[in-house]
Nanobody, 118 residues
Framework: QVQVVESGGGLVQPGGSLRLSCAAS????????MGWYRQPPGKQREMVAV???????NYGDSVKGRFTISTDNAKNTVYLQMNSLKVEDTAVYYC????????????WGQGTQVTVSS
């Protein structure tokens, strides 16, 4: 069954904004961290922003000051507000949910395309 679902991708002009949302199903327990990764065309997947429950947010260097991650822990939901978008932000964005119970497990969404182009 689908456990992590992203939404909110699309086409936007440089300088524009988009907000991504990700909901993890209630069947996922012991959530330790939620966050976003992205994979630009022809490149490896990279971390965009992650936020451990009760911990400090960590952003990738290329998005600091432009992107903001937030969570609604009661709803197992994580958001990514992306402002001042650049062409190089074009990528498939993936939601990641990491759990911990003796060992860590990662759950991934199917990905949502973000295209920044004029």
């Amino acid at each position: 069954q689908v456990q992590v679902v992203e939404s909110g991708g699309g086409l936007v002009q440089p300088g524009g904004s988009l907000r991504l949302s990700c909901a993890a199903s209630e069947t996922i327990s012991n959530i330790y961290r939620m966050g976003w990764y992205r994979q630009p065309p022809g490149k490896q997947r990279e971390m965009v922003a992650v936020v451990p429950r009760g911990g400090s947010t960590n952003y990738g260097d290329s998005v600091k000051g432009r992107f903001t991650i937030s969570t609604d822990n009661a709803k197992n939901t994580v958001y990514l507000q992306m402002n001042s978008l650049k062409v190089e932000d074009t990528a498939v964005y993936y939601c990641n949910v990491r759990t911990y119970n003796v060992a860590t497990s990662d759950y991934w969404g199917q990905g949502t395309q973000v295209t920044v182009s004029s």
